[in-house]
Every structure is written in structure tokens, then in C-alpha cells.
């Protein structure tokens, strides 16, 4: 038989890679391909989505453009690579074709709150999958903490268990379905269950479980809900009573406490929302925002954010969660309930006893929260990865960013986790594979592959073994779903954190070099990572703790970054700890170190006197034992907490600076107190000594606390920005990165950002990974590769 070619027919391969897998991609190209009558094939492959495809050079053109410009609202496109192939004949139309193995070099995309379309059908009484609590299509539902290894198919999720009956079959089959190869595809004749329990049980309630839940939750119970990356605890919100019991059981006495309702409309009832706001709370990750409480707020939730003048307010993201407020409003049919305001507030906080990671098995649940929960929400589809919620605000005074999906804005992360990980972070440029660990808090993990950088989901602090648990296990299944074997494992440079030995082992394991990075280094770098830069920066670097060079708790740094080097250029003035580590979680005991050093320790005496132990803490003062010196901004902020009688006693990390800001939000704008620093240079050194002790010693006497706390702000904001705008003169160096956990103040963040570009300089700051030790290891790879790429391992 003679063939006739078609001399306008041409061929080509394409390669699509970035996150085209689990969103939809492959229907997407098989629908368009189809509308355009081209002929060929598409599959998933290790690297992303690769097509054949056959027609006129034009609609090629077209075709290839519209991958872009069309893709599924979950899909993104890194890049497309185009070969030109010869026509292959024998296609007579255009399919899907199996999945092939192959190096990995794609992403799967992050769990994403239940779509509409999923919800219209909840909500269908004559649809057959009428509030089942697991609806999900290939635009939502879990991914990231669902999946072993990649290319993302069913076989290598958890859903494997669940053999599809022939209703989700035959849509998983169909290229014109939305739930075609939508992986956690399910209804309840096939699905997982869901099954409520006593937290002592060991057979399940017979009552209906959704609307048991909702009848404990109203009693005042506590309730362990299991949803896709691990437990919440949850309780009524507006019952005092039963937040004071959660907050007992979990050893959490003060830590502000998230709150969950139904729609922007209920959160308005508790929170200010602008516009911005609002669209980051509805958007399908679905993250926990940072809202201002309106008057009314501690009245009405007592409890829930003490001291603090914000809240963080969610809304349903699982089916589950949205089952839950379709009960209280007693079973609507339709949509249009979920648009109107309801009273139920939940509070919905992590499911974990307190300092220790996430509850995400059936097992642990029952072993390790039996004594927290009055009954257990949970199902048996199993989840393969812990992963928090994320935590962020927007910003209206930081550029528009490049995060993904639809939050979009000023945003500024405070935890980044379910909804965003694992989506990478583009980096300037392709280097070799880095392993980094983060630090001791807030832990989190970042691997470089190419030209991405991938952050680990919020891991916590790795003081206890079960965190330390989840961090190998989070090393593990990132280098595995990434298939990528580090050329370097970096870390913190202090030798006794849990992520250093790690690093070591790991390093053994693969028989590479690690690298220890100094924390406020890599502060500096995460930002330059983010922000892709590659030139010398002046870094301003504000947190807690970090040990520096000199083997001091440094914390207040001024330092001059060229990628894998750095300077120290300036610190803060020295505080004396009393008692060490113990001063980080007391800062009466930062206020009696100022006191003392400001020659004023009979004052110590009169206002702490009540303590036991006050004299003999300026016993230790005056020995100069036991009461280690730190450049740590965070403790200057305890000290001017504890000498103004705004915190005295820390139950959480970051307390007393939290509610010093709020009092100083609340207050409002104010002058700086005159002389309230001086910048000295030591010349032993030649350092840059930022002195604060003026301004303290200026406080001792204000007895008003808010006022106390503006004057703080406003002093402290003053002598930063003409501490950096010096050393911009000295070095001429214009670009200037801020970072560190004290960023995440606003008021000194957004003033100073305010005051240093009105002076012409660029200022950089984390806004997608966080600014505290949650971005740690992003700048640690960054460091670290650029060491293998300079030749300096």
C-alpha cells in the first residue's frame, strides 16, 4: 500500500517540565490537542509531561504557546523543550499512554483546599458521592502528603489500598473526565472511611461521625481530627472553658491558638480583612492568615491570642472540615450557604503534644494523644508526609511576589508548609545537588536540584526525639520524590544541634564533603537565594540566638555577604544573660543584666524583689559567672519587655517581643526619646557597635507599658536604619538585605524598609520562605553550592 505524505504535516517532541503532574496537565493536552485535530500522544515521565504531536507548523506554534498560556490552574510550566521529529504515520489520532520510569526531574504539587466543582457535588443529595468526606478531582484534594515517589500514579501514593470500584474507574479512565488519573480518586462504595472513636476506644462510635463531632464540639469536647497532613486538635472556639482544657493538656498556656470559620464573611465578624486579605484566605492552599482583631475579639474567644492584637484565622480547606459547618448549618442543600456568615468558630491548632512534631498516624494518635482528646475524627487513608499549615501575612509595603497559586500579594511567610510545599523556589542559575538541614528551631530542610531550590515543610524544634524523627524522615522522602543525591550536606555551624550530626551521617552515608555555615551567613543567604542575588550585600541579620565565629551566642549582626563569604562588620552592644539559656525564657532576668550593668542594681532589688533568687542573680552579675554576653536583638527586646512589666516569664518562643509589638501597634505613632544610642567603633576590632543601653536606661522609669513600647519601636527603628545607612557610605554597597526572626516584626520591618529605600538603597527581605529559622536552609544550600561551584570543596 502507498503512503501519501502530507508535505504540510510536521512533527515534534516536547517536554514540558516544572509542576505538570497530579494537576491535571495530561487531560489538559489531550482535550486541547483533540479541539485542534492533532494526532500523536501524551504521558508522564520522571522529568514531567512529555508529547508527541503531529499538524501544520502553526497549530504546532499555537499549540505549544497555549501549554503556557492555558495550563490548568494548578500546572507550571518551567519550560518546554521542543525537538523536531520525523511524522510518524500510523497515528491516526491523539492519546494518553502509560507512564514511563526515567531520573527524576519534576515536582509534585502541594495538597490544595476542595475546588467548587467537588463541592457542588457534596453538597448534590442525588449525587453519589453526597458528602463523602474525601471528594477530590485532579484541581484538588491531597498530593504532596499522599505520594512515595514519582511519576506521580496511584501505585505510588497511599491510595494504592483502595482498589477503584467501576463508577471511579471508568472516570479515572476518561480523558474527558475531571477526575481523569486524578490519583486520589474515590466515592464510599471504594474509598477510605471515616470513623470517630474515644480517645481510650478501640471500636468506633455507631453514631454518625460528622455529626457526633459537631455534637462533642458543642458539649465543649476536645477533638483530634485527622486531615491530610496530620491531626488538629479542635474545640469551640467561643467556649472558654474548653479552650482553657486544650490549652492544659497540650502544655500550651499562652501560644496564640488559630481559629477556623466558614468564609470571609464569618471571619469579618472577628478580624479586620482587606481585600488582599481576603483572597489569600480563600485561595485553594488555604493558609492560615494573620489578621487584626477587631474590639470584641478576647471577649468573645477568650483565650486565643493573649497579649497579641492579631489572629490567625483559616478556612475549611479538606471536605471534612467543610462537613463540619454543613452540619451546624443543618445539611443545605446547594451551594449558596457557603457564601453567608455562620457562627461556628473552631479552634484548629496542631495535633501534637507540646514541642513535638505532628500526629499523623492512626496508631500514634491513640498512643500519643489519648490524653489530650476527648474522641478521635480519623480515617484509613494513610499519610505519608507530615505537613503542617502555613502560616503568612500580607504586606502591602513588599513588592508583589512570585508565590504560587492563587495567595499571590505582599506576602510574607511566617511558616511555609501544606498548600505550598513542595513548589521550588527558581534559583539564578543550575548547579550541583545540596543537601541542608536547617538549624535547632523551626527546623525545615531545602534540597537543590538544578536550577530549584525545594524548601521541606515547617519541621519544629529538634529538642525532643520525635523531632528528630521527623526531620530523617522528611531528609528522606524529599531526596527520594526529588531522586537527587547530594554532592555536600550543609548545616549550622554549632556542633551540638541534632541537624550537625545528621549532616555527618548523611555525609558518610553518601560519602561527601559538609559544610557548616555560620547562622547569620546563612540568614543573609536565604534572602539572597530567594531574591536570586548574586552581587555583594550589606545584611542586617536580627534573631534570637546564633552562634557566631567567635563561639559567642551572637543575634545582632551587621555583616557584608558576597555568596559563600561573609564579614562581620558590626553587633549590637553586648547583654549579659544571667543563667544562660534559662534568660531566653525569663526576661525579668534580661531586665535585672541591664539594670546591673547601668549601675542601678538596688532598682533590680525593688522591682523584682518578689523573686527568690534576685540576689543572688547580681551575685552572678558582679562574678561575671554564668551570665554569658550575646549581641542577640531578641534579647534586647526581652529586656525592654521585662523592665517595662509587659512579659516577665516566656511560656513560648517569642512571647514577650510579640506582645511589646502589639502594645506598640496599639499605642500608636510616636517620636524617639532623644540620644536613645550611639554607634561606636572599637578599634581592638574595628567593629561597628550598635549601643542600646541609652534607650533602656530611659525606659526604667515609664509607667505607662504601651507608650514604653512605642518609644522602643520608634527608638530602635532610628538607630538600625542609621547604623546600615553608614555602613552603606563606608562599604558602597546600595543593596541591603534584612533578615532574621526579628523581621517578622512589622513595625520594624516595614518602617525600616520605608526609611532605607527613601533613601535610595534596594532592600531585600524574606517574603516566601520565612525570615526566621524556618529559611534557614535555604540560605545554607545556597552557601554550600556556591562553595562546590567556586571550587572551595
Not at 355 to 362: A, D, I, Q, T
Amino acid at each position: 500500500m502507498l503512503l501519501i505524505v502530507d508535505p504540510t504535516r510536521v512533527a515534534r517532541r516536547l517536554k514540558v517540565r516544572g509542576v505538570v503532574q497530579g494537576v491535571g496537565f495530561r487531560p489538559f493536552v489531550y482535550r486541547f490537542a483533540n479541539q485542534l485535530g492533532l494526532v500523536g500522544w501524551v504521558r508522564n515521565d520522571g522529568e514531567g509531561v512529555e508529547i508527541e504531536i503531529q499538524g501544520s507548523e502553526a497549530v504546532l506554534d499555537a499549540f505549544t504557546q497555549c501549554l503556557v498560556t492555558e495550563a490548568p490552574p494548578l500546572a507550571r510550566v518551567d519550560a518546554i523543550e521542543p525537538e523536531v521529529i520525523p511524522p510518524d504515520l500510523t497515528h491516526k489520532d491523539f492519546v494518553i499512554l502509560p507512564s514511563v520510569e526515567g531520573g527524576v526531574a519534576t515536582s509534585i504539587g502541594p495538597d490544595i483546599a476542595v475546588c467548587p466543582s467537588c463541592l457542588s457535588e457534596l453538597f448534590d443529595a442525588d449525587d453519589r458521592r453526597w458528602r463523602y468526606p474525601f471528594i477530590n478531582c485532579t484541581y484538588c484534594g491531597p498530593r504532596y502528603t499522599i505520594t512515595r515517589s514519582l511519576p506521580y500514579d496511584r501505585a505510588r501514593t497511599s491510595m494504592a489500598d483502595f482498589v477503584q470500584c467501576p463508577a471511579c474507574e471508568a472516570e479515572y479512565l476518561h480523558p474527558g473526565d475531571r477526575r481523569f488519573h486524578a490519583e486520589p480518586n474515590a466515592c464510599p462504595v471504594c474509598g477510605p472511611k471515616l470513623e470517630l472513636y474515644e480517645s481510650h476506644g478501640v471500636r468506633a462510635l455507631a453514631r454518625d461521625p460528622v455529626a457526633e463531632t459537631l455534637r462533642r464540639l458543642r458539649l465543649g469536647e476536645i477533638v483530634a481530627i485527622k486531615g491530610v497532613g496530620g491531626y488538629h486538635l479542635a474545640c469551640d472556639a467561643r467556649n472558654g472553658d474548653a479552650v482553657a482544657r486544650l490549652r492544659a493538656r497540650k502544655g500550651r498556656p499562652h501560644e496564640p491558638l488559630a481559629i477556623m470559620v466558614l468564609n470571609a464573611a464569618s471571619a469579618g465578624r472577628w478580624v479586620r480583612l482587606s481585600p488582599a486579605e481576603e483572597t489569600a484566605l480563600e485561595s485553594p492552599e488555604r493558609p492560615i492568615v494573620l489578621l487584626e482583631k477587631r474590639d470584641g475579639f478576647d471577649a468573645a474567644l477568650p483565650g486565643l491570642a493573649p497579649g497579641l492584637d492579631e489572629a490567625g484565622v483559616m478556612l475549611p480547606y479538606t471536605p471534612l472540615h467543610t462537613l463540619l459547618f454543613h452540619e451546624a448549618a443543618e445539611r443545605p442543600e446547594g451551594m449558596a450557604w457557603l457564601a453567608e456568615p455562620h457562627p461556628l468558630t473552631l479552634v484548629m491548632t496542631s495535633a501534637n503534644p507540646h514541642g513535638e512534631p505532628l500526629v499523623k498516624g492512626n496508631g500514634e494518635a491513640f498512643e500519643r494523644l489519648a490524653e489530650i482528646a476527648d474522641v478521635l475524627l480519623m480515617h484509613d487513608r494513610d499519610i505519608v508526609v507530615r505537613c503542617d499549615d502555613s502560616v503568612l501575612r500580607l504586606r502591602p509595603d513588599l513588592p508583589a511576589g512570585r508565590v504560587e497559586g492563587a495567595v499571590g500579594g505582599s506576602v510574607q511567610f511566617l511558616r511555609r508548609a501544606r498548600g505550598f510545599t513542595p513548589l521550588s523556589l527558581p534559583l539564578g542559575e543550575a548547579g550541583p545537588p545540596v543537601l541542608a538541614l536547617g538549624a535547632l528551631f523551626k527546623a525545615s530542610l531545602c534540597v537543590i536540584r538544578g536550577r530549584e531550590a525545594f524548601l521541606s515543610q515547617h519541621i519544629g524544634s529538634l529538642d525532643n526525639p520525635a523531632s528528630c524523627q521527623a526531620l530523617d524522615e522528611a531528609a528522606e522522602h524529599l531526596l527520594g520524590i526529588l531522586a537527587q543525591r547530594p554532592e555536600a550536606i550543609a548545616h549550622d555551624a554549632h556542633p551540638d544541634y541534632y541537624s550537625t550530626r545528621l549532616a555527618h551521617a548523611l555525609a558518610e552515608r553518601f560519602d561527601v564533603a559538609t559544610v557548616p555555615v555560620q547562622h547569620h551567613h546563612a540568614h543573609v543567604a536565604a534572602v539572597c537565594a530567594e531574591h536570586q542575588l548574586d552581587e555583594p550585600v550589606l545584611g542586617l541579620a536580627v534573631d534570637g540566638v546564633g552562634l557566631g565565629t567567635d563561639g559567642m551566642p551572637w543575634g545582632g549582626e551587621l555583616l557584608w555577604v558576597d555568596g559563600a563569604g561573609f564579614r562581620r562588620l558590626g553587633h549590637l552592644s553586648p547583654l549579659p544573660m544571667p543563667g544562660g539559656d534559662r534568660a531566653a525564657r525569663e526576661p525579668w532576668r534580661m531586665a535585672v543584666g541591664v539594670l546591673h550593668a547601668l549601675g542601678r542594681s538596688d532598682e533590680a532589688i525593688e522591682r523584682f524583689g518578689a523573686r527568690d533568687n534576685v540576689e543572688q542573680i547580681l551575685g552572678m552579675l558582679m562574678r561575671g559567672s554564668r551570665c554569658p554576653p550575646t549581641t542577640s536583638l531578641g534579647r534586647w527586646f526581652d529586656a525592654a519587655a521585662g523592665l517595662l512589666g509587659v512579659c516577665e516569664s516566656m511560656t513560648y518562643e517569642g512571647q514577650a517581643p510579640m506582645q511589646l509589638e502589639s502594645l506598640a501597634r496599639r499605642f500608636g505613632t510616636i517620636l524617639p526619646l532623644p540620644g536613645g544610642h550611639h554607634i561606636d567603633v572599637r578599634p581592638d576590632s574595628g567593629l561597628s557597635v550598635l549601643n542600646l543601653y541609652p534607650l533602656l536606661n530611659q525606659l526604667i522609669g515609664e509607667n505607662d507599658a504601651a507608650r514604653g513600647a512605642a518609644h522602643f519601636h520608634a527608638n530602635l527603628l532610628e538607630a538600625l536604619v542609621e547604623w546600615l545607612a553608614d555602613a552603606a557610605h563606608a562599604t558602597g554597597v546600595r543593596t541591603l538585605v534584612l533578615s532574621g526572626g526579628c523581621m517578622h516584626n512589622c513595625l520594624l520591618a516595614v518602617g525600616m524598609r520605608q526609611r532605607l529605600t527613601g533613601r535610595g538603597f534596594r532592600v531585600f527581605e524574606a517574603q516566601h520562605v520565612p525570615a526566621g529559622d524556618g529559611g534557614l536552609s535555604l540560605g545554607q544550600a545556597w552557601v554550600a553550592r556556591a562553595q562546590l561551584m567556586g571550587g572551595g570543596l
